[in-house]
């Protein structure tokens, strides 16, 4: 038989099998070692797995006589990954090519991950398929970055807004000197991505991690913060006012010895 042939003959209707197509034949897939955001569990049904990383869909042994296809389905758009007769080479298509690999003896698939690869897949043989398998295909966080004014003065208001640069984040927390920061009056949490701190004071210095956390990943970064007290102001003012007056007194000193010196500073 022409490999040309094979999608025509496997687009003929499937058999009517009682129970629906799945009931025997299901896609059991899972993500393959390295990949440090994505759980290595096999599952059936569904799958979340990241970008970047190989996930092998796998089916059970199966007697097939003519070929075999791997499909996928996006939205309303269905399409075929790689055909396989029995007797000739495996024809994968274009956007899967250089990164998909099929076994012909066990029929599985592998696939290095894209984002656009979160869609609904199925294998098919001349007499079953299986149902729709749904790979959910998340990015990975990097490592947020952190914007603010690091040095405050004590008493004012400031905030801090944590950016997600790559990926996109399902839940935030912060941590202040790697202590969970938890919401008060003092402490304020908005748009889950910024932190508010109201009449800061100097116990409000240290370090302020921002994490950030999606189905695959989790990452931080953290941010020196510095309350600076009041008295660090007034101290070069007095020290400023007081040299003036030395220099006024020595001055004083040097034209009318005998006068007594006087301060200027109160
Ligand atoms: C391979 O598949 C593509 C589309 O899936 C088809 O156009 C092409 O003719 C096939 N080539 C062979 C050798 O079967
Ligand atoms: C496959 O090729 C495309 C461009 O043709 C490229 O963007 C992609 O990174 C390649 N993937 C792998 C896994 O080599
Ligand atoms: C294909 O699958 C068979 C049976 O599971 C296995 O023995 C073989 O190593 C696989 N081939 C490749 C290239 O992965
Ligand atoms: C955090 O993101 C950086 C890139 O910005 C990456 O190198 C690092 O591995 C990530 N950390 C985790 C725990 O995923
Ligand atoms: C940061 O805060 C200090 C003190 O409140 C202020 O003087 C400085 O202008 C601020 N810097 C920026 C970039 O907002
Ligand atoms: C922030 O949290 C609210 C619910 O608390 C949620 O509806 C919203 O999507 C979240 N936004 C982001 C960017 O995580
Ligand atoms: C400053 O922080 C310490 C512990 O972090 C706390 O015991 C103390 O009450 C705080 N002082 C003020 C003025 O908030």
């Keep these: 038989m022409l490999p040309v042939l094979l999608p025509v003959l496997l687009l003929l209707p499937l058999p009517a099998r ?3 197509a799945a009931a025997g034949l299901g896609i059991t897939a899972r993500t393959l ?3 440090y955001s ?3 569990r096999p599952a059936s049904q569904r799958l979340v797995s990241a970008a970047g990383c190989t996930v092998l869909l796998t089916i059970p042994p199966l007697q097939v006589s003519r070929g075999v296809l791997w499909e996928y389905k996006a939205g309303l758009r269905e399409g075929v990954i790689v055909s396989y007769a029995l007797d000739g080479p495996a024809n994968t298509s274009r956007p899967y090519k250089n990164r998909t690999r099929f076994n012909e003896t066990d029929f599985s698939l592998q696939i290095v991950l894209q984002q656009g690869d979160d869609r609904l897949y199925r294998f098919r043989s001349e007499s079953e398929a299986t149902g729709w398998f749904q790979l959910r295909v998340v990015e ?3 490592e947020p970055e952190i914007v603010g004014n690091s040095s405050v003065k004590a ?10 640069l790559e990926g996109r984040a399902d839940l935030y927390w912060w941590k202040k000197n790697g202590e969970l920061l938890l919401g008060s009056d003092h402490i304020q ?3 889950n991505s910024t932190l508010c701190i109201v ?6 210095s240290g370090y302020y991690a921002c994490v950030v956390r999606n ?7 953290s941010f020196l913060l510095h309350v600076q007290n009041a008295a660090n102001v007034v101290l070069p003012v007095i020290l400023v006012c007081v040299l003036i007056g030395l220099l006024a007194g020595v001055f004083v000193w040097c034209r009318r010895r005998d006068r007594q010196c006087y301060n200027g500073c109160r």
Aim: aromatic share 2%.
């Design 18 to 20: 009682p129970g629906g």
């Design 33 to 35: 070692s390295p990949c």
């Design 38 to 40: 994505a759980d290595l």
């Design 140 to 142: 990975p966080l990097s």
């Design 155 to 164: 008493g004012g208001n400031t905030k801090l807004v944590c950016n997600v």
């Design 189 to 191: 949490f908005v748009d």
């Design 199 to 204: 009449k800061a004071s100097m116990n409000d």
């Design 215 to 221: 189905e695959v990943s989790q990452n931080e970064t």
